[in-house]
Protein backbone atom coordinates (compact mmCIF):
# COMPACT_ATOMS: atom_id res chain seq x y z
CA UNK A 1 0.00 0.00 0.00
CA UNK A 2 1.33 3.35 -1.17
CA UNK A 3 0.54 5.94 1.73
CA UNK A 4 1.26 10.10 0.76
CA UNK A 5 2.39 12.47 3.64
CA UNK A 6 -0.91 13.44 4.66
CA UNK A 7 -1.47 9.40 5.56
CA UNK A 8 -4.33 9.48 1.76
CA UNK A 9 -4.08 5.78 0.07
CA UNK A 10 -3.19 6.68 -3.77
CA UNK A 11 -2.55 3.17 -5.33
CA UNK A 12 -2.90 3.82 -8.80
CA UNK A 13 0.20 4.98 -11.25
CA UNK A 14 -1.31 7.81 -13.70
CA UNK A 15 0.06 7.98 -16.86
CA UNK A 16 -0.79 11.43 -18.92
CA UNK A 17 -0.04 10.93 -22.85
CA UNK A 18 -0.82 13.86 -25.34
CA UNK A 19 -3.39 12.53 -27.59
CA UNK A 20 -4.01 15.98 -29.61
CA UNK A 21 -2.59 19.30 -29.55
CA UNK A 22 -4.17 21.81 -31.06
CA UNK A 23 -2.50 25.54 -32.29
CA UNK A 24 0.91 26.05 -31.68
CA UNK A 25 1.82 24.45 -28.15
CA UNK A 26 5.47 25.11 -27.60
CA UNK A 27 5.84 22.49 -24.95
CA UNK A 28 4.16 19.32 -26.12
CA UNK A 29 3.74 17.22 -29.01
CA UNK A 30 1.78 14.24 -29.77
CA UNK A 31 2.67 11.43 -27.79
CA UNK A 32 4.59 12.99 -25.04
CA UNK A 33 3.99 11.63 -21.59
CA UNK A 34 3.66 12.92 -17.91
CA UNK A 35 3.95 9.84 -15.25
CA UNK A 36 2.70 10.30 -11.78
CA UNK A 37 2.84 8.07 -8.94
CA UNK A 38 1.33 8.72 -5.63
CA UNK A 39 2.12 12.78 -5.30
CA UNK A 40 5.31 12.62 -7.51
CA UNK A 41 6.33 13.11 -11.20
CA UNK A 42 8.14 10.56 -12.59
CA UNK A 43 11.12 13.08 -14.04
CA UNK A 44 12.50 10.02 -15.98
CA UNK A 45 9.99 8.97 -17.37
CA UNK A 46 7.82 12.24 -18.66
CA UNK A 47 8.59 15.03 -20.77
CA UNK A 48 8.39 18.33 -20.44
CA UNK A 49 5.83 20.29 -17.76
CA UNK A 50 3.92 23.49 -18.55
CA UNK A 51 2.94 24.90 -15.03
CA UNK A 52 -0.27 26.52 -16.45
CA UNK A 53 -1.53 22.92 -17.70
CA UNK A 54 0.06 21.17 -14.10
CA UNK A 55 -2.01 23.43 -12.40
CA UNK A 56 -4.91 23.30 -14.26
CA UNK A 57 -4.48 19.15 -14.32
CA UNK A 58 -3.85 18.96 -10.73
CA UNK A 59 -7.20 18.51 -9.32
CA UNK A 60 -8.71 15.94 -11.71
CA UNK A 61 -5.12 14.49 -10.95
CA UNK A 62 -5.42 14.17 -7.17
CA UNK A 63 -8.65 12.13 -7.72
CA UNK A 64 -6.75 10.06 -10.28
CA UNK A 65 -4.85 9.13 -8.46
CA UNK A 66 -6.73 7.69 -5.69
CA UNK A 67 -9.00 4.96 -4.72
CA UNK A 68 -12.59 6.16 -5.58
CA UNK A 69 -15.72 4.10 -6.06
CA UNK A 70 -16.16 2.22 -8.55
CA UNK A 71 -19.39 5.00 -10.08
CA UNK A 72 -17.02 8.37 -9.22
CA UNK A 73 -17.46 10.83 -12.60
CA UNK A 74 -13.18 9.95 -12.15
CA UNK A 75 -13.73 6.46 -13.19
CA UNK A 76 -14.72 7.60 -16.52
CA UNK A 77 -12.96 10.19 -17.26
CA UNK A 78 -10.70 9.53 -20.52
CA UNK A 79 -8.90 13.10 -21.49
CA UNK A 80 -8.14 15.94 -19.91
CA UNK A 81 -7.29 19.58 -21.25
CA UNK A 82 -5.39 21.97 -20.60
CA UNK A 83 -6.97 25.44 -20.13
CA UNK A 84 -5.19 27.34 -23.33
CA UNK A 85 -7.74 28.74 -25.60
CA UNK A 86 -5.18 29.27 -28.52
CA UNK A 87 -3.18 26.30 -28.02
CA UNK A 88 -5.10 23.82 -25.78
CA UNK A 89 -3.50 20.11 -25.49
CA UNK A 90 -5.83 17.18 -24.89
CA UNK A 91 -4.46 14.50 -22.59
CA UNK A 92 -5.33 10.79 -22.70
CA UNK A 93 -5.66 9.37 -19.09
CA UNK A 94 -3.99 6.09 -18.20
CA UNK A 95 -4.56 4.71 -14.94
CA UNK A 96 -2.80 1.19 -13.56
CA UNK A 97 -2.69 -0.12 -9.61
CA UNK A 98 0.64 0.56 -8.21
CA UNK A 99 1.86 -2.54 -7.13
Given at each position: ?8 W????V ?62 K ?9 R ?5 I ?6
Amino acid sequence: MVVNLFGVWMPYRVTLTVKESRGNCPYYRVGDKIVFEDAEIIKEESGRLCIYALTALAPYLTALCRDTPREDWINRKEVIQCPDVNRPVIFKIEREPLR
